[in-house]
């Protein structure tokens, strides 16, 4: 069989932790930011990670499995 393609959007979107975890941005943080409060664009700044019922579709998008 071939060798499956990663999705391009997704490596430009994800990356995998140490432990194998799949790391992501939060999203709401690029315009229209004058509405929103210094608090809520701070913790929008922070990684967090993929939950579990998407992280075998990312994977697949990252042909990890």
């Known amino acids: 069989m071939p060798k499956i393609k990663t999705n391009s959007g997704a490596k ?6 140490g432990t194998g975890k799949i790391k992501r941005k939060h999203a ?3 315009h229209i ?3 929103k409060t210094k608090k809520q664009k701070r913790n929008l700044t922070h990684f967090s ?3 579990n019922a998407n992280v075998r579709a990312v994977k697949e998008l990252l042909a990890l499995k």
Do not use: H, I, P, Q
């Open 12 to 17: 430009k979107r994800f990356a995998l932790t």
């Open 28 to 30: 709401f943080k690029s």
């Open 33 to 35: 930011l004058t509405k």
């Open 49 to 51: 990670l993929v939950a």
